[in-house]
Structures are given as structure tokens and as C-alpha cells.
């Protein structure tokens, strides 16, 4: 609160200005009663008054640094004061800047939602009482970048599941739009807490880009991997036993539904062949699966010959999870959770 003689002079002019000219000069006004605002603040810290003698005094005035802030008022021009031996800032900045950063936030993400840049201007205007420019807007989409290089670079832990997959979006690339991968990773911990650990967009899922998103992980401390859980793409499995070539592997059942569909010899027991995968996977052990997987070949053993080689080759690749406490088995037999 102000409440020496010279403030409370600064308030009576600042009264007198604001009847004289109403709301034409209120942002001047504005800047005038928050710079007083915080030079009173600034004393309150420092225990002192400017220039004066004191046993508890805390630090110095150490001059005032220009800011800009926009409000419903207008742009304001603010003297920040600044401190020496002792750290402080404004409580009412700090709270102005809060509501700021939160305004550009919501800039950036209407930018990125594909809302145009005029329209972005015309609700700021609306809802703010002040128009940003194009290269305002653009501007604001730096703090998703910063937030986003933030999540990407902070250290992960030990993760006793680590799911891969991918999906390809449609992206601007060197002008002209191409479908680049974007390669996701989530853990598991050992409590079953869940978390996203790296979102990456690369060329491709080739073996080279699946390698370095791996071994960034790796970097950020990824550790007490028990088990992955993937699709069999190619790239990603060299990478996998590249970086990680001592954890178990559990190939997703769902994805090996839809590549055992392939094999089906006619489009009417594509169906068929997936309920019959799905059944394989129900199997309460690992024993009992693999009797299912027998029984499915002998099944299809005259009419889908090339599922039933198949099938041998590649059914053990899902059945790692049996090897796993039985509670999780849902959760750890495909990547659905990426």
C-alpha cells in the first residue's frame, strides 16, 4: 500500500488526470499508477526508501529496466525496478505476466489449429481490446516450440515397459507437402504410472531415424527396460536390437491380426483368419496358446497353406507377455495405449 506524502501526492495527479481526460489517456495513467505500485514494492523489500540510511536495509536500488506490456487498456510502458544483493520482482508483474503468457499460449494454439491469422487478430481484438499483427501471431507460436523442447529434452528414468509405434502426417516439407513419420514412444513404470516419452517427426520410419530416436532416449537416462512392445516394422526392429538388443521383444497381437489377414487366400476368410488370431492370444498361458496356434494349422493347412507357414514363423513373437505377471497381460500384448 502507498502511503507516504510524496505517493499519495503522485495518487491526488493522477486522480486529477484521470477526471480531466476519462478513459482517452487511461493507459498513460495506468503505467504511471503501476510503476509507483512497484517502486512502493521495491521499498518495502529493500526495508529502505531511496537514499536512505538504515541498519535494515536488505540491498540497493539498482536503477529501472523499460517493459511493454499490451492490456485491455492499451499497451502499457512500465519501468520495472531493478534490485541489487537481493532478488525481486514485482508481484503485480508477475501475476500480469502470468495472464500473459497464458493469452499467448491461446494465441499460438488457434495458429496451429489452422485458425488464420486474421481471425486470430480479430478475437484478440475482440475479447482484448488490442489487434495483433501477423508476425505478432507468428511470434507466439515460439512458446509452444519452447514448451515442446522442453518436454522433448527432460529426464526420463526407469520404465519397465516401453511402447513403439508410429503414424505418418501430412506435413509441409521444403515446399511441397509429403507424409513424414512421427515416432512415439510412452513407459510404463513398474507401478503403472504412464508417461509420454518422446514424440519425434522424421522422414521416415527407416532404420537410421527409429536408431537416433533410441538412443535420445537413452541419453535423457531411459533405463530398466523389461520389455518392448512394437509393431515388426524393419527399420524399428534393427534399431531395437541395435540399442536395446538384451530386452525382450512382444510383437502387438493387433497388428499381427491385420498382417495375418494377408495370408488369407480369399477376401471372405480374412475375418475368419482374425478371430482366429484373437483366439490364439485368449490362450491363459503360453502352452495353451501354442496348442491353438497347432490347432489353427492344421485347420488351414489345405486352404490357407501360406497363413499356416506364416503362423509358425511368427506366432511366438507375440507370446512374450506370457513370460509377465498375469495382471498386465491386456496392456502389454499390443501398443493401443500409444
Request: net charge positive; charged share 25%; with cysteine.
Amino acid at each position: 500500500m502507498i502511503s507516504n506524502s510524496s505517493n499519495a501526492c503522485v495518487i491526488d495527479e493522477l486522480m486529477e488526470l484521470f477526471t480531466q481526460n476519462g478513459l482517452d489517456r487511461f493507459a498513460s495513467l495506468m503505467s504511471r499508477l503501476f510503476n509507483e505500485l512497484m517502486k512502493a514494492e521495491r521499498e518495502r523489500v529493500l526495508e529502505a526508501k531511496p537514499y536512505e540510511r538504515t541498519q535494515s536495509r536488505q540491498g540497493y536500488a539498482n536503477g529501472f529496466k523499460d517493459k511493454k506490456v499490451q492490456t485491455r487498456f492499451g499497451e502499457l510502458q512500465l519501468q520495472v525496478p531493478q534490485t541489487r544483493n537481493i532478488l525481486f520482482y514485482p508481484n503485480c508483474l508477475e501475476k500480469g505476466e502470468r495472464s500473459e503468457r497464458a493469452l499467448k499460449i491461446a494465441i499460438a494454439e488457434m495458429y496451429v489449429q489452422g485458425v488464420s491469422t486474421r481471425r486470430v487478430s480479430a478475437i484478440t481484438e475482440e475479447l482484448c481490446g488490442f489487434e495483433l499483427s501477423s508476425t505478432q501471431v507468428s511470434r507466439a507460436t515460439t512458446i509452444i516450440d519452447e514448451e515442446l523442447e522442453k518436454f522433448r529434452n527432460r529426464p526420463i528414468g526407469r520404465m519397465a515397459y516401453l511402447y513403439l509405434d508410429a503414424d505418418y502426417q501430412k506435413v509441409r516439407h521444403n515446399g511441397q507437402v509429403i507424409d513424414m513419420a512421427v515416432l512415439k514412444a510412452i513407459g510404463v513404470t513398474a507401478e503403472g504410472k504412464r508417461e509420454i516419452l518422446g514424440v519425434s517427426c522424421r522422414l521416415s520410419e527407416a532404420e537410421v531415424h527409429w536408431r537416433q530416436f533410441l538412443e535420445e532416449l537413452m541419453q535423457r537416462g531411459l533405463q530398466g527396460v523389461e520389455m518392448i512392445i512394437s509393431d515388426d516394422h524393419a527399420g524399428l526392429q534393427v534399431a531395437r536390437r541395435a540399442v536395446l538388443p538384451s530386452v525382450p521383444w512382444q510383437r502387438c497381437i493387433f497388428h499381427m491380426a491385420q498382417n495375418a489377414q494377408h495370408y488369407a487366400p480369399t477376401m471372405s476368410m480374412r475375418s475368419e483368419i482374425a478371430h482366429t488370431m484373437r483366439e490364439i492370444y485368449q490362450a491363459r498361458g503360453r502352452q495353451e496358446a501354442e496348442s491353438r496356434v497347432q490347432e489353427a494349422v492344421n485347420k488351414y493347412a489345405k486352404q490357407a497353406q501360406r497363413f499356416c507357414a506364416w503362423l509358425e514363423e511368427n506366432a511366438p513373437e507375440g507370446m512374450t507377455f506370457y513370460g509377465r505377471p498375469q495382471t498386465p497381460w491386456k496392456r502389454v500384448r499390443t501398443v493401443n495405449i500409444v
